[in-house]
C-alpha cells in the first residue's frame, strides 16, 4: 500500500539555474515543484548589480513554463570592490532578497569573488543595518587546509570574526555538510542559519569514490564521513527553524563533468523534494518535513508561505524517469546514487 503526504509548496532558497539554453532547459523541473527560489548570482559576468538582478530575473520570467507561478528571488554576488551605497539603494527597491559571499576561487565561477573578508567589512556594516542577509558559501581557499576541512576551518577564519564584528547581521550557512557546521549554527542566535541540500543527506565520501572516482557526486563543499551526514540528518528533521531547504542544484554539461578537472555541482532539482522526503520518512520525521521545506526558510526571508500545495506518494517500485536532459548539444544527468528513490510528486 503506498503513502500520501500533501505539503505546503516548498521553496528552495539555494539554486544556480545559469543561463541561456541552460536556463531553458533546467527551469521547468524547479518551476513544478518550487514557488519560489533564491537564485545565484555566480554567472559569468557575475550579477553584481540592480540593473543586471532585473535583467536576469526577468529572463527566468520568460523560460517559465506556460501557466508557472514560480518567484525568482535575486541574489547580489559580493566583490571586494561592492559598494555598501548601491547595495542599500538595491535593496530599497527589492532587487536583492540576500548577498552572496564567494571566496575568490572556492567553486564554480567565483574567480570574482571575496580575497579578504575584511575588504568587504563596510558592505556587512550596511547590510547589518537594513537587515539584508549574507549567504555564505562555508569553505576557506587554502592548499593548506584539507578538503575536507574546509567548512570548520572557516567558521574558526570567517565566521566567528564576522559574527563578533556584526553580531546583529543575519547570516546564512549555505550547503552544511560538517558536524562542526551543525554544531555551531546551533550555538548561535535566530540570526544564524543554515541550508541543508538533498544530497548532502544522502551521501558520504565515500559515495566518491565507489567503483571509481564518480564526477556525478562530486559537489563542493564535498559530501564528509558518516557521522558529519548524520549531525546534518538530526538537524533537517530536529524542528529547529534554523535549518531549512536550499538544494543547491546545479546543472553542469556532461563534457564538463566527464573529464580531468571535473566540474563541481549536482544536479538534483527533478528528484530533489522526493529524496528529501525519503529521508524524513526513514527516519520517521514525516511531521517535520512540512516546516524544513515550506516554512521555516520563508519565515527567516519574511516571507508568506506559498499559498498551494504539493503532493507526494511513495511508490511500492522505484520512480522511473529519463535520468537526464539535453540541453546546447550535450547533456545535463540528474542526480542517481546508489540508494532508489520511492517517492514522487503527483500532479
Known sequence: ???????????????????????????????????????MPNLIPPVTTAEQAENYRRRIIDA??????????????????????????AYAVQAFHAVKLFPAGATTNSASGVTNIRKVYPVLEAMQEIGLPLSVH??????????????????????KPVRKTFPELKIVFEHLTSKEGVDYVY?????MVATITPHHLLLTRNDLFKGGMNPYMYCLPVAK????????????????????????????????????????????????????????DELSALDKLEGFTSIYGARFYGLSPNGSTVTLVK????????????????VV?????DTPLFWDLVD
Open 64 to 89: 517559465r513554463p506556460e501557466g508557472s507561478h514560480f518567484e525568482p528571488l535575486m541574489t547580489c554576488y559580493l566583490t571586494d570592490s561592492t559598494s555598501p551605497e548601491a547595495l542599500k539603494a
Open 138 to 159: 562555508g569553505e576557506v581557499v587554502d592548499p593548506e587546509v584539507d578538503i575536507f576541512d574546509l567548512e570548520a576551518v572557516f567558521i574558526e577564519r570567517i565566521l
Open 315 to 330: 511508490r511500492d517500485e522505484p520512480v522511473e524517469m529519463d535520468w537526464q536532459i539535453e540541453t546546447g548539444g550535450d
Open 333 to 337: 544527468k540528474i542526480f542517481k546514487p
Open 225 to 280: 564521513t558518516f557521522k558529519d551526514r548524520e549531525a546534518v540528518r538530526k538537524a533537517a528533521i530536529s524542528g529547529d527553524e534554523r535549518f531549512f531547504l536550499g538544494t543547491d542544484s546545479a546543472p553542469h554539461p556532461a563534457a564538463n563533468k566527464e573529464k580531468a578537472g571535473a566540474a563541481a555541482g549536482i544536479f538534483n532539482a527533478p528528484t530533489s523534494l522526493g529524496y528529501v522526503t525519503q529521508v524524513f
Open 1 to 39: 500500500m503506498s503513502t500520501q503526504i500533501t505539503i505546503i509548496r516548498p521553496d528552495d532558497f539555494h539554486l544556480h539555474l545559469r543561463d541561456g539554453e541552460m536556463l531553458s532547459a533546467v527551469l521547468p523541473y524547479s518551476a513544478r515543484i518550487y514557488g519560489r527560489a533564491l537564485v
Open 187 to 191: 550555538d548561535q542566535d535566530e540570526n
